[in-house]
């Protein structure tokens, strides 16, 4: 759906009538969908301009339109990039698509397994986290249940990275203060429902209590198309998802 949404080449059937149904019921998913990759741009960039050269991207899906190491290797032709997701589908196309692209690794785990991601060798012997890492975790914690925790899972990560690494993190909300805003992403919301992937919504707060010990670069968390927007002047409209990026010192 992620990439159909995008534009993209990489996906089926089911995805696009799943995603044309969306877009249906919640107009502005297309631009919700497009903020929530140039919000990945921006945050990337920043990584990689504070000298990480290192990216762990996390429920990575298909390598589709402006991918992490597409934006990485643009400006730091040594960096390494290990993407990381659980369906099987998306890993067989991400390692077609990459070929022997030396680096960057495609890992086919489950994100809460913190230690079989980390200790997997096409993660272990691509990252060295003796070394900054920026570890991604863009709109994928909203398709974990409360049951599995997922601040847990946030704290499992940050344990194993060393000053100067970062944490960017994105994760759709209705706690947001525009009643229509508020209504279409509960809409889009109830269109996950349907598909093997439903979605919750978590509250500002929750999600600012991710990065405690973290130190959140301005503007902090906020609505992922206002985090640092490329537009000058007038603000971009929110989409209702938060997103930062949190350094370890």
Known sequence: MYDY???????FAV???LADEAIRSSPGMVAAVWAFRAFLRRTVRHCVAAGIDQFLDLGSGVPTVGNVHEIVLRDAPHARVAYVDHEPVAVAHARDLLGAEH???VTHADLRDVAGVLSAPTVRDLLDFDRPVA????????????ADDPASVVAAYRRHLQPGSAMVLSHGSDDVDDPELAERVRAGQRVYAQSTHP???RSRAELTSWFA???LVEPGLVDVARWR???TGEQPESIGAYGGLGLVR
């Not at 949404?5 to 996906?11: A, P, S, T």
């Not at 570890?135 to 409360?146: G, K, N, Q, R, S």
């Open 15 to 17: 995805d696009r009538a």
């Open 5 to 11: 949404l995008l534009g993209g080449r990489q996906n």
């Open 103 to 105: 680096r960057v690794s």
């Open 213 to 215: 010990d973290l130190e």
């Open 229 to 231: 927007p490329d537009l």
């Open 199 to 201: 979605t919750v919504l």
């Open 135 to 146: 570890v991604l975790m863009l709109a994928v914690l909203h398709f974990l249940p409360d």
